[in-house]
């Protein structure tokens, strides 16, 4: 008997790989916070977005991203998806492409955690290791020119420019959080990385709700421990960003996220990664000042890869 991993399914056209995935990306809970923060008046919701296929919100703009480049021909069986990411956009790839048959070449920094590059290469993905040093944006070097030098082998998704990024959280993310809340939101609140989440979901609900509020958060400092943000005024900013979509900017440091894994964990009931607390830490700080609102906040991931950090705290 032939083992699985030895079949192909050459009945199987990739858009109809594409299709199947669709109903388990997105739809997400919206999960009340109740015991750390305890208001009639004012509510706060995160919403869930580990609780999709590929465990992290980057799984609705990779989906988008590989859509969108299949429906115009930019991507086709015999190419590879390429990108640089060692977080959330890399595994999103990297589960999309076992599941759709799309080989998926990597760029990441060496230091990244054993336990991501393990899961990468758990779903085959052809990792390529940059320097220590150049970090992430050393990374993001290496595979353009990777596909400038072969660009028939690739398709280069660049997420840090490419609208389906953003587009993917105001198609998907911003009408479930309106839904979700019977049009109630009165401020939404979440961190930039590449800025997807908060432009796309911010413009969307902007559009539909005029006199919402929008407030983007940053790390308070450039050397910060909240994987998935990037500090702006120091890092390369990201060509899908836009600083007119909100309102406001603000700042969380890593300790008050750490301190918020911690608590969250306690009395919440939930394992929340980092950027989630730092979330949140944003959305208590804003519901102390407001006598009344609805606000809205992102948790992109749980805690479940960030051992090093789970071994600190707990
Ligand atoms: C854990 C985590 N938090 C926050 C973000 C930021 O989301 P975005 O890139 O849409 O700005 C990311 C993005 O990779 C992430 O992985």
């Known amino acids: 008997m032939q083992t699985p991993d030895l079949i192909e399914n050459q009945n199987v056209t990739l858009e109809q790989n594409i299709a199947r995935l669709d109903n388990y990306i997105g739809h997400t809970p919206l999960f009340p916070i109740q015991n750390l923060h305890t208001s009639e008046q004012v509510s706060i919701f995160a919403k869930l977005e ?19 480049a299949v429906s ?48 990468l290469r758990a779903l085959d993905v052809n990792l390529v290791l940059t320097s220590r040093s150049g970090g992430t944006d050393e990374a993001q070097e290496v595979a353009r020119s990777m596909y400038e030098r072969q660009p028939d082998k690739y398709y ?35 961190g930039l990385g590449t800025t997807g989440t908060f432009t796309g979901t ?39 960003y836009d600083a007119s979509v909100a309102d406001e900017v603000r700042r969380v440091s890593t300790e008050q996220a750490h301190q918020l894994v911690r608590l ?16 949140l830490a944003g959305a208590l700080e804003l519901a102390e000042e407001l006598d009344e609102g609805v606000i809205v906040t992102i948790f992109p991931d749980d805690l479940s890869k960030y051992g090093e950090i789970s071994n600190q705290l707990f």
Request: proline share 5%.
């Open 50 to 68: 580990w609780q999709q296929f590929g465990g992290s919100v980057k799984t609705r703009p990779a989906y988008r991203i590989i859509r969108d």
């Open 72 to 119: 115009s021909g930019k991507l086709y069986k015999g190419k590879q998806l390429l990108d640089a990411s060692s977080g959330n956009t890399g595994i999103a790839y990297a589960h999309l492409g076992a599941a759709m048959g799309i080989p998926v070449t990597l760029c990441l920094p060496e230091n990244a955690s054993e336990e991501r590059k393990q899961i």
């Open 156 to 190: 280069y998704a660049d997420q840090y420019s490419n609208p389906s990024n953003w587009k993917a959280h105001y198609d998907t993310t911003g009408p479930e959080i309106l839904d979700q809340t019977d049009y109630g939101i009165t401020h939404y609140i979440a």
């Open 202 to 240: 911010g413009r969307f609900l902007k559009e539909y709700k005029k006199n919402i509020r929008l407030i983007a958060l940053q790390p308070d400092l450039a050397m910060h421990g909240l994987e998935g943000w990037k500090h702006l005024e120091t890092a390369h900013t990201p060509a899908i």
């Open 264 to 279: 969250t964990a306690q009395k919440e009931g939930l394992l929340i990664s980092p950027s989630s607390a730092a979330n």
